[in-house]
């Protein structure tokens, strides 16, 4: 018999937590860029500048979590980069996202108008998008995500800016 293809949810869950990693990753990389003196692995929330560890060994992920400004369950900006920030757990669950700070915040970081442009590009999703309803593209963004993560484990996030993931020797 066939080995059974793994679904949309199986690999999604699987991107999901990759891609979760690498925000928190990325983040922790421009506050050290910052504050060289600050140990490896700590984030500043986008919305309200709490300090702390983005990775621990928890199931949660610790204090940190990836903060969606847009929802996830918009699929279209679910992985969008900008989208998603290293955001502490009581601003991105218990304020909700922290939404009208998030907007201002967003800005700032990746300059005027994204946030314009990502309710934009939430305005041009459609429930039925075949290319969100596949299978391979969440694969595809779960084997993404994990070299990436696999490059900044290895303490060699500025190599990122210099290569493609294609170069990567793995």
Known sequence: ???KKKGIK???????K??????RRRDSKMFL???????????KCITCNNVGQAISNKRGGGMFQAGHYI???VKNIKYNEKNVNAQCVSCNKGLEGNRPIYISTIDIKYGD?????????????????YELMKADYYEEKYHYYK???????????????QVTLEDLPF
């Open 71 to 73: 929802s996830r369950t």
């Open 147 to 161: 070299k990436l993560n696999e490059v900044y484990k290895m303490g060699a996030g500025d190599y990122l800016t």
């Open 113 to 129: 108008g994204t946030a314009h442009e990502l309710l934009e590009l939430q305005r041009k999703y459609r429930a039925g998008d």
């Open 10 to 16: 199986y690999w999604d869950d699987k991107a999901w």
């Open 1 to 3: 018999m066939a080995k």
């Open 18 to 23: 990759e891609f979760s990693q690498y925000i």
């Open 33 to 43: 860029d910052e504050y060289p003196e600050a140990t490896e692995g700590t984030v």
